[in-house]
């Protein structure tokens, strides 16, 4: 029973942020450990609704209000179960996750706002130990794993503790996938991929770093999954991109990463530079923090689609659809300029980037159409190019759009090879990376002829919560 004057009683309240002086010091989370009364409270503020719509935002069917109210009674070690029932990994959603269940929250209808159902989450995930849960029974069947990204984690974790060999292939030199290279510490502080990795190696996982694998010739299992992620970046042809200084984003993520995990000195750096950052997304938020630690003198975020509104649209993203809002990550209240409508028409430069000629736009069918007579150049001495993912690695045939095609229990069209995550979806999210990691791993265990069934929350047909066409 939760209590029905919870949401009456206390507003959303997160915990404060460090402060921004103290914050682009260092590469340290932004955010705090919650108080466990402020935990509590938030908790208490979810309404154990008849028809939970909060799980319906989420792709993994996270059991919301049990946890919420296991929470609010203090009881956080069964709490901590419920959470590991449908997620093997609530400490990197609870960070991450933009948590469509929040903008499927009841309490988000009028003038209230949803639970704070992330922060609930992540407070559950980082106050216990992970213990590992090995199997008893072995199956003598083994599945090899590509990437070791969420997609390929979750799913490792659910194949060897269901008895199955697991070994994880990946070919950089640490396993983690984006979390581990491309998600800036300030988001995700490593120690967490650590902690979670050393409880799939008791579980039997079998980690193999600096593995590229060019073709499928080269694994001996019964099963392979691909979870390769999309990680073949985006780049534009327009004049001027062959300067010196012009990157893509991930290039400079991966060596600002690298850099606080090793001391490596990263060639790629913002200090002292007039930064520009071609695109509004997550990714160019992520340069656009790491920019102002490293120093950078300005830092521009540019997007070419307009402003968005500030609060949801009701004709266009009813409740409780994933809204098209401005979304205000922590980083950009670190400074910054953000400009909408523009695109870049020429980079300046003799040969190195000097300068950026843009002009606004109008988008029109995804083609961004300049505004005769708005032609104007800022300054830029680095450029990092954020405008997405063009695919994954070719180890069976791809679909157009770069990614791999599969069949509803996500086989590929050769047979024992799977796909989930990225790879299958395109660059998406980690909550759908480990739920399509978790339902590739139900079919490869139906595969195998393993005993029982595993959980598969979501099929490779499975859509964001969207509102019907008109
Ligand atoms: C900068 C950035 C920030 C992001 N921030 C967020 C966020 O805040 N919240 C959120 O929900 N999502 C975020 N995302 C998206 C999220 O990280 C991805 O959706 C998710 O990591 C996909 O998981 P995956 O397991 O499919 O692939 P990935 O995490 O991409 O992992 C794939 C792994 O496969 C390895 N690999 C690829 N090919 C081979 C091969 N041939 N042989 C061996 N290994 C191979 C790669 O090296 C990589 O380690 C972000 C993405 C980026 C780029
Ligand atoms: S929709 Fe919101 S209030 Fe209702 S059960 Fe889910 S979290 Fe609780």
Redesign the pocket.
């Known amino acids: 029973m939760?209590d029905p004057n919870g949401?009456l009683r206390f507003d959303r309240r997160l915990p404060a942020r460090r402060p921004v002086p103290v914050r682009i010091r260092d590469w340290k989370e932004v955010y705090p450990p919650a108080p466990e009364s402020l935990v509590a409270e938030q908790a208490s503020?979810?309404?154990?609704?008849g028809?939970?719509?909060?799980?319906d935002g989420c792709p993994l069917g996270n059991r919301?209000?049990d946890w919420?109210d296991l929470v609010r009674t203090g009881n956080w070690d069964f709490a901590l179960e419920s959470l590991h029932a449908t997620n093997n990994f609530p400490e990197f959603t609870g960070r991450l996750c933009p948590a469509p269940?929040?903008a499927?929250?009841?309490?988000?209808i009028g003038q209230t706002q949803?639970?704070a159902?992330k922060q609930v989450e992540v407070s559950i995930a980082d106050r216990f130990d992970f213990t590992p849960q090995p199997s008893a029974a072995r199956s003598g069947r083994s599945v090899g794993i590509v990437g070791s990204g969420p997609a390929g984690l979750a799913a490792a974790q659910q194949l060897a503790r269901a008895g199955h060999d697991v070994t994880v292939y990946e070919r950089d030199d640490r396993i983690g996938g984006l979390l581990r290279y491309g998600i800036p510490d300030f988001k995700l502080e490593k120690h967490h991929i650590d902690r979670r990795l050393s409880q799939l190696q008791a579980e039997g996982v079998v980690f193999r770093t600096g593995v590229n694998v060019t073709s499928l010739a080269q694994l001996s299992h019964d099963a392979v999954l691909l979870a390769t992620g999309a990680l073949i970046g985006r780049d534009v042809d327009t004049p001027g991109r062959r300067l010196d200084g012009i990157h893509l984003a991930m290039d400079h993520l991966t060596q600002s990463n690298r850099h606080v995990a090793f001391g490596e000195t990263p060639s790629i750096t913002a200090a002292g530079k007039h930064v520009v950052i071609i695109g509004g997304g997550d990714t160019g938020a992520d340069c656009l923090g790491v920019a102002h630690r490293q120093g950078a003198a300005s830092v521009t975020q540019l997007d070419r689609y307009p402003l968005p509104p500030t609060t949801r649209d009701e004709g266009r993203d009813p409740w409780?659809t994933w809204p098209w809002i401005l979304r205000n990550y922590p980083a950009h209240e670190e400074g910054g300029e953000r400009v909408f409508a523009v695109a870049v028409q020429e980079f300046i430069g003799d040969s190195r980037v000097t300068g950026i000629r843009l002009s606004d736009v109008v988008v029109e069918n995804r083609v961004a159409k300049p505004v005769p007579g708005t032609e104007r150049v800022i300054p830029a001495d680095l450029v990092l190019l954020a405008i997405g993912f063009a695919g994954t690695d070719p180890l069976v045939p791809l679909t157009q759009r770069g990614t791999v095609p599969c069949g509803p229990d996500w086989q590929t069209s050769t047979p024992g090879v799977f796909v989930a995550g990225d790879a299958h979806r395109g660059a998406s999210l980690i909550v759908w990376a480990i739920a399509e990691g978790r339902a590739a791993a139900a079919s490869i265990h139906a595969y195998l002829g393993g005993a029982g069934s595993l959980p598969a929350p979501v099929s490779p047909a499975s859509r964001p919560l969207a509102a019907a066409p008109q």
């Open positions: 939760p949401f503020r979810c309404m154990d609704c028809i939970p719509f909060c799980h919301i209000p919420n269940c929040e499927a929250c009841v309490l988000g949803p639970v159902i409780p």
